[in-house]
């Protein structure tokens, strides 16, 4: 190759390193998003080799059925645990960015739920929320709070909250690390103008703090929203989606809709839906994070 | 005693331990319960979830998750699909950041977009259709689909190599020519070392993402000896309802080597996610 003229060699590297990759992304990507949307207008049973073209019934089966569309209600409370584990996070960064004793240990100590197996701490959390041999019920019960013991994984009304909860120890650490990395390139000269000019604690935290954290705080909002759009692996491990449907996600609905009840044109449907709405919130991220940024 | 400084007691600072020492429960609570009731028989399980076991010698819990829930075998099955996996992702991460980095040619900015808009699409939405891609090209039950899915479907590594190859200077390739290197010497041996950061931005990432994940191995590899890490756990707790010993301990073989390495590597990871959060 090294007699090529570089233009010749430029030739060769571009076809030679994007061939595959490009291969994969359309197969991977492009081609599956596009037979998504055809397959969406079928009744398609994931065998036949011929399928009805239903036009949009499959949308309105979705957008008026409450079994279908309304199961993202049960993903609220992902949104507000969230929201929470965000302002919690923001809390803990503070705190370990100032001087303090064992920073180091706490943040190691507060990031190491997030790199453990997702799948054993949802198993781990069976154990703290069961009803009668649950951890967390003892805990109350040693505290002298029995009035609160629940049945925190059994309760319709609760459960959502309970498993939202499992990711907010899951990640707490992992949105801190981020703010903590945010904070450490606040430049130190701007908190000792701060500290002349006589500001207290509170206005250091609100005027100059916040404001540098504003568009990572944003980012991690929307991954917030678009994580609890796609929720799966918790509710699919340890309740099944019950109580009587209480914890079934639109994802878990998808997916049973495609491969328990072969119907892949309804589920190819529904996923167009969850990946029209992630788009959305994504697009209207980018736009609002160079609006302020630039 | 950390609280006295030299302007005296200061009951913030006060407070900030005593959050600290909440959340250090609440972090350390959950695991401790798993631990002790790893060593407990069935018998001892019916006391308080929190008392210490009789006796920690009894292994009873481990020796029968080790039997019987192929945990060797799934820890070797993810090991092979991370390493696999983050293989095929450096080449061709590399390979398309050094083309759409460095060399000019017409339609680059569509193959750019195309490259951009992919990584907005969550592979999980397209699963539907993949599935049955996945099994008309034969690999429907093998290591290679989840190998596959996660070189192909995922495309954040370009974005992070896009990134990084941008601020690497250009007169490090043209000093290369000078010296009269193949552009493919240059890619090897100038850029690729240069991009090494993200490489280890993107080695943690990425095995951090696929130790964890648990849909793709579930829906693409259902055969007993495909077990992974996340399916093996489910796959024996489904079995041993209600035996908590077993499931303790199972838990506890799952997490016990990831926490070791990441008290060993914790500024590495550190970083990565750092990096990857910002960039990706």
Request: charged share 10%; net charge positive.
């Amino acid at each position: 190759m090294n007699n090529w003229s570089y233009s010749a060699q430029r030739k060769l590297i571009l076809i030679a390193f994007l061939a595959v990759p490009l291969a994969l992304l359309g197969m991977f990507t492009y081609y599956p998003a596009v037979r998504l949307l055809f397959q969406s207008f079928t009744d398609w049973d994931g065998i036949s080799a011929s399928s009805e073209w239903l036009g949009m019934d499959n949308y309105k089966e979705i957008f008026t059925n409450p079994a279908l569309f309304g199961v993202f209600l049960h993903q609220i409370p992902y949104v507000v645990i969230g929201v929470i584990q965000n302002i919690v996070a923001i809390l803990f960064a503070v705190i370990l960015n100032s001087k303090i004793r064992g920073r180091n240990a706490f943040r190691v100590m507060l990031f190491l739920p997030f790199i453990m197996n997702a799948v054993a701490v949802a198993f781990m959390f069976q154990y703290v929320f069961d009803t009668t041999n649950g951890s967390l019920n003892a805990l109350l019960g040693f505290l002298g709070l029995e009035s609160l013991q629940q049945s925190w994984l059994g309760n319709t009304s609760l459960v959502n909250y309970s498993l939202a909860s499992i990711g907010f120890w899951r990640f707490m650490g992992y949105n801190m690390v981020i703010y903590l990395g945010a904070l450490q390139s606040i430049p130190n000269d701007m908190y000792e103008a701060a500290k002349i000019d006589g500001s207290s604690r509170f206005q250091t935290l609100w005027y100059l703090t916040l404001p540098n954290l504003t568009k990572i705080i944003q980012l991690n909002m929307f991954l917030t929203l678009s994580g609890a759009l796609s929720v799966f692996d918790l509710p699919f491990v340890l309740t099944k989606g019950g109580p009587a449907g209480a914890s079934e996600t639109f994802l878990m609905k998808t997916i049973e809709t495609a491969f328990q009840f072969n119907n892949f044109g309804l589920a190819s449907a529904m996923s167009v839906v969850l990946l029209v709405f992630t788009v959305i919130i994504l697009t209207v991220q980018n736009a609002v994070l160079n609006r302020k940024g630039d | 005693m950390q609280t006295k400084k030299r302007t005296g007691w200061d009951p913030v600072n006060g407070l900030k331990y005593v959050i600290l020492a909440i959340a250090t429960f609440a972090v350390l609570f959950p695991p401790y319960v798993v631990f002790v009731n790893a060593f407990k028989t069935e018998n001892e399980g019916g006391a308080s979830p929190f008392a210490l076991p009789q006796s920690f010698l009894n292994f009873d819990n481990f020796a029968n998750v080790m039997d019987r829930a192929n945990i060797v075998q799934a820890f070797s099955n993810t090991f092979l699909i991370v390493i696999a996996s983050l293989i095929g992702n450096v080449i061709l991460g590399t390979m398309v950041a050094y083309v759409l980095g460095r060399i000019e040619f017409r339609g680059k900015s569509v193959v750019l977009g195309a490259f951009l808009v992919a990584t907005i699409i969550p592979t999980i939405t397209t699963q539907v259709v993949v599935f049955s891609l996945i099994q008309s090209m034969g690999m429907y039950n093998s290591l290679l689909a989840p190998i596959l899915l996660f070189i192909g479907a995922d495309v954040i590594q370009i974005y992070i190599y896009l990134q990084f190859i941008r601020n690497i200077p250009y007169e490090l390739d043209e000093s290369g020519m000078i010296d009269g290197a193949s552009l493919f010497r240059i890619y090897r041996s100038i850029l690729f070392p240069l991009l090494g950061p993200a490489t280890a931005t993107l080695v943690i990432l990425k095995t951090i993402n696929i130790y964890n994940e648990l849909y793709i191995p579930f829906l693409y590899m259902p055969k007993q000896e495909l077990v992974v890490v996340s399916t093996s756990i489910m796959r024996f707790a489904g079995n041993n309802q209600a035996q908590w010993g077993n499931i303790c301990a199972a838990i506890l073989i799952i997490m016990i080597p990831t926490t070791l390495l990441y008290l060993f590597l914790q500024k590495y990871i550190f970083s990565g996610v750092m990096n990857g959060a910002v960039k990706g």
